[in-house]
């Protein structure tokens, strides 16, 4: 049998493959190393591997820990069973609860159409709002809806602009056969670059509008070489949108699951520290998204050819016309949307409720509005959940008096903002399931021993500097995402970067937020998260494209979060000391001072 046959068969039982062979592989762990931190080793890395496989479902995954590690003797299951709905995830179900009331009755279509009218239709301005919208939407709905519900806003306003992409691509194609026959080689070179000076002047095609004469004035070259510019603008305007996603989710606690993963896995690790809330990381997150979300918009624009002297000046060309179409159309678009009806307008008030709530109810710097209840027992889930209660009674119609004195009005009952139905359909129980197995593992991780025994074999970091530290974890786990899922990757690592922290008498702040932000910068492969899927799906991208656009954006993440950290992050988390709330995990670990100082001197030399 042929070598290429066997390797079909091996890749088509690849699952089973690795179902059946990882416990084996790894059995000595049982038998190397202590008892208990072995075992919970075992099954860490067995999730590991399934997680990053997909050997089985994340979600069939993430109850593992339910089965192991009772019958292990690592964890009783009345230790396991509760991590799987703690306030972390009501606090995350409120969220999507929410965001299911927005898509029920087109708030973010209107949203969306509106900010897109605001910004223009010149590519570079369009690219702008769109990562804009994308950002904002993604905040609050998940990053795979907004992906979803944007790319064909996009696709309609591109095809507004440049025409049908199909013959966009003949146009690009057209002289290839004839090209053999020039002894001058030159425009082969020109295939890939920019237009020329002369060429901002041609016209944006949208074929069956243009005239004969305006058609006539203008050579096969110039032809192709416009196709190429509004081509690569095509591929710019796909692109942003899901990493525009994908960045905005880490500015809300409820915009990604590894923000929860970090709140859980902190209240389990350091149950003192009660410096992140939902306020205070959106104080920190959300000047961080628009720092990287304005790289990121400069970078997208200048490789795909949004950046040019036309965002200085009007001019009246036909390109501009073209525009002008694209601008008609989100204008009659928005038109056909009508006026704010009265379920739109009840969700905006409760979404800028519920929005508000959670901002002020402890924002650290001032006293919020908990302080009116005895201390500790209302937090963000409570917040949460009270607001998205009230859309399943609110009328999504408006109530009149008068309807109890007329005796021709309709009796049929009253449709609310939201029915559970609905809601259930939206929620990705699946995330919720997984979330559990992050605060299950984490806490068996504590519980075991294993993340001090870890900890022990991580001393040689000590001597990295804290910048570079940070550095390399939010790169190491920018990388690991790109194959695998964020929220499976933060599961596994945080408890060794808490525990890294913790040896090296680091604020664990200084390196688990970093990891946490660096986790949703996947942008680099289709599979890496499933914005970046939907958008290649379009079949007009390919894997080089994201991997060259995806690579620079990573090094302006990572530089973005280093940033962060080391300027507003430091005074807003007082990153410059060693906390008394980050006690070892195992009491009998004498923590180092070598490093006690390490941020403060960083923080003097910036």
Same mark, same amino acid.
């Given at each position: 049998?042929?070598?290429?046959?066997?390797?079909?068969? &091996?890749?088509?039982?690849?699952?089973? &493959?690795?179902?059946?062979?990882?416990?084996?592989?790894?059995?000595?762990?049982?038998?190397?190393?202590?008892?208990?931190?072995?075992?919970?080793?075992?099954?860490?890395?067995? !999730?590991?591997?399934?997680?990053?496989?997909?050997?089985?479902?994340?979600?069939?995954?993430? @109850?593992?820990?339910?089965?192991?590690?009772?019958?292990?003797?690592?964890?009783?299951?009345?230790?396991?069973?509760?991590?799987?709905?703690? #306030?972390?995830?009501?606090?995350?179900?409120?969220?999507?609860?929410?965001?299911?009331?927005?898509?029920?009755?087109? &708030?973010?279509?209107?949203?969306? =159409?509106?900010?897109?009218?605001?910004?223009?239709?010149?590519?570079?301005?369009?690219?702008?709002? !769109?990562?804009?919208?994308?950002?904002? =939407?993604?905040?609050?709905?998940?990053?795979?809806?907004?992906?979803?519900?944007?790319?064909?806003?996009?696709?309609?306003?591109?095809?507004?602009?440049?025409? $049908?992409?199909?013959?966009?691509?003949?146009?690009?194609?057209?002289?290839? #056969?004839?090209?053999?026959?020039?002894?001058?080689?030159?425009?082969?070179?020109?295939?890939?670059?920019?237009?020329?000076?002369?060429?901002?002047?041609?016209?944006?095609?949208?074929?069956?509008? $243009?005239?004969?004469?305006?058609?006539?004035?203008?050579?096969?070259?110039?032809?192709?070489?416009?196709?190429?510019? +509004?081509?690569?603008?095509?591929?710019?305007?796909?692109?942003?949108?899901?990493? *525009? /996603?994908?960045?905005?989710?880490?500015?809300?606690?409820?915009?990604? *699951?590894?923000?929860?993963?970090?709140?859980? +896995?902190?209240?389990?690790?350091?149950?003192?520290?009660?410096?992140?809330?939902?306020?205070?990381?959106?104080?920190?997150?959300?000047?961080?998204?628009?720092?990287?979300?304005?790289?990121?918009?400069?970078?997208?624009?200048?490789?795909?050819?949004?950046?040019?002297?036309?965002?200085?000046?009007?001019?009246?060309?036909?390109?501009?016309? /073209?525009?002008?179409?694209?601008?008609?159309?989100?204008?009659?678009?928005?038109?056909?949307?009508?006026?704010?009806?009265?379920?739109?307008?009840?969700?905006?008030?409760?979404?800028?409720?519920?929005?508000?709530?959670?901002?002020?109810?402890?924002?650290?710097?001032?006293?919020?509005?908990?302080?009116?209840?005895?201390?500790?027992?209302?937090?963000? /889930?409570?917040?949460?959940?009270?607001?998205?209660?009230?859309?399943?009674?609110?009328?999504?119609?408006?109530?009149?008096?008068?309807?109890?004195?007329?005796?021709?009005?309709?009796?049929?009952?009253?449709?609310?903002?939201?029915?559970?139905?609905?809601? +259930?359909?939206?929620?990705?129980?699946?995330?919720?399931?997984?979330?559990?197995?992050?605060?299950? @593992?984490?806490?068996?991780?504590?519980?075991?021993?294993?993340?001090?025994?870890?900890?022990?074999?991580? +001393?040689?970091?000590?001597?990295?500097?804290? /910048?570079?530290?940070?550095?390399?974890?939010?790169?190491?786990?920018?990388?690991?995402?790109?194959?695998?899922?964020?929220?499976?990757?933060?599961?596994?690592?945080?408890?060794?970067?808490?525990?890294?922290?913790?040896?090296?008498?680091?604020?664990?702040?200084?390196? @688990?937020?970093?990891?946490?932000?660096?986790?949703?910068?996947?942008?680099?492969?289709?599979?890496?998260?499933?914005?970046?899927?939907?958008?290649? *799906?379009?079949?007009?991208?390919?894997?080089? $494209?994201?991997?060259?656009?995806?690579?620079? @954006?990573?090094?302006?993440?990572?530089?973005?979060?280093?940033?962060?950290?080391?300027?507003?992050?430091?005074?807003?988390?007082?990153?410059?000391?060693?906390? #008394?709330?980050?006690?070892?995990?195992?009491?009998?670990?004498?923590?180092? $001072?070598?490093?006690?100082?390490?941020?403060?001197?960083?923080?003097?030399?910036?």
């Amino acid at each position: 049998m042929k070598i290429s046959v066997v390797s079909k068969k &091996l890749w088509s039982v690849h699952k089973q &493959l690795v179902l059946l062979l990882t416990p084996l592989v790894f059995l000595p762990l049982l038998f190397t190393l202590p008892e208990k931190e072995g075992k919970c080793l075992y099954v860490v890395v067995l !999730m590991a591997m399934f997680w990053c496989t997909e050997a089985l479902p994340l979600a069939v995954t993430a @109850m593992l820990p339910i089965c192991l590690f009772p019958t292990l003797g690592i964890l009783p299951s009345k230790k396991v069973c509760p991590e799987y709905f703690l #306030e972390t995830n009501f606090l995350f179900l409120s969220g999507l609860v929410m965001a299911s009331s927005i898509e029920e009755w087109g &708030l973010h279509r209107r949203i969306a =159409l509106k900010v897109l009218t605001i910004v223009g239709v010149k590519p570079a301005w369009l690219i702008l709002g !769109m990562m804009l919208t994308s950002s904002f =939407l993604s905040m609050w709905l998940s990053n795979t809806a907004t992906t979803a519900m944007m790319l064909p806003i996009a696709n309609a306003i591109l095809e507004s602009l440049f025409g $049908d992409l199909e013959t966009l691509k003949l146009k690009c194609k057209a002289r290839e #056969e004839t090209e053999s026959d020039i002894i001058n080689g030159s425009s082969t070179v020109k295939l890939h670059s920019l237009p020329l000076v002369g060429s901002e002047k041609q016209l944006l095609s949208i074929d069956g509008m $243009d005239g004969p004469e305006q058609i006539d004035m203008r050579t096969s070259e110039e032809i192709r070489l416009e196709s190429q510019y +509004q081509l690569k603008v095509w591929k710019g305007f796909l692109i942003c949108i899901p990493y *525009a /996603a994908s960045i905005g989710g880490t500015a809300t606690l409820t915009g990604t *699951a590894p923000n929860l993963i970090l709140i859980g +896995q902190l209240k389990s690790y350091f149950p003192d520290c009660d410096l992140i809330n939902f306020g205070s990381w959106f104080a920190f997150a959300f000047p961080l998204m628009l720092l990287f979300l304005f790289l990121g918009w400069i970078w997208i624009a200048f490789l795909y050819g949004g950046l040019n002297t036309r965002l200085c000046y009007k001019k009246t060309d036909q390109r501009a016309e /073209a525009e002008a179409r694209a601008k008609a159309l989100l204008t009659e678009s928005y038109r056909k949307l009508g006026p704010i009806n009265f379920a739109e307008g009840a969700i905006s008030f409760f979404f800028i409720l519920f929005a508000v709530l959670l901002f002020t109810r402890d924002p650290k710097f001032i006293s919020g509005w908990s302080v009116f209840f005895k201390k500790g027992y209302v937090s963000d /889930a409570v917040t949460g959940v009270i607001i998205v209660s009230i859309l399943f009674f609110f009328p999504s119609q408006k109530p009149s008096l008068s309807w109890w004195s007329d005796p021709q009005a309709s009796n049929t009952p009253y449709v609310p903002l939201l029915s559970w139905k609905k809601a +259930q359909d939206y929620v990705p129980w699946n995330i919720i399931l997984l979330l559990g197995g992050g605060f299950a @593992m984490a806490k068996a991780c504590e519980e075991s021993g294993l993340a001090s025994w870890i900890g022990g074999h991580l +001393q040689p970091l000590a001597e990295v500097p804290p /910048a570079a530290a940070v550095m390399l974890i939010t790169a190491f786990l920018a990388c690991f995402t790109e194959f695998a899922s964020n929220t499976a990757t933060i599961i596994i690592f945080l408890p060794v970067i808490a525990e890294l922290a913790i040896r090296v008498s680091v604020n664990p702040l200084y390196f @688990m937020i970093p990891a946490t932000v660096g986790c949703s910068y996947a942008f680099m492969l289709p599979v890496s998260t499933p914005p970046n899927s939907i958008a290649f *799906a379009s079949g007009h991208l390919m894997v080089k $494209d994201m991997v060259k656009t995806g690579f620079v @954006m990573n090094i302006l993440g990572i530089l973005s979060v280093s940033l962060a950290m080391n300027t507003w992050g430091v005074a807003m988390f007082n990153l410059n000391k060693y906390p #008394e709330w980050a006690h070892p995990i195992n009491k009998s670990i004498v923590v180092p $001072d070598v490093h006690l100082s390490s941020v403060q001197s960083l923080n003097a030399t910036l």
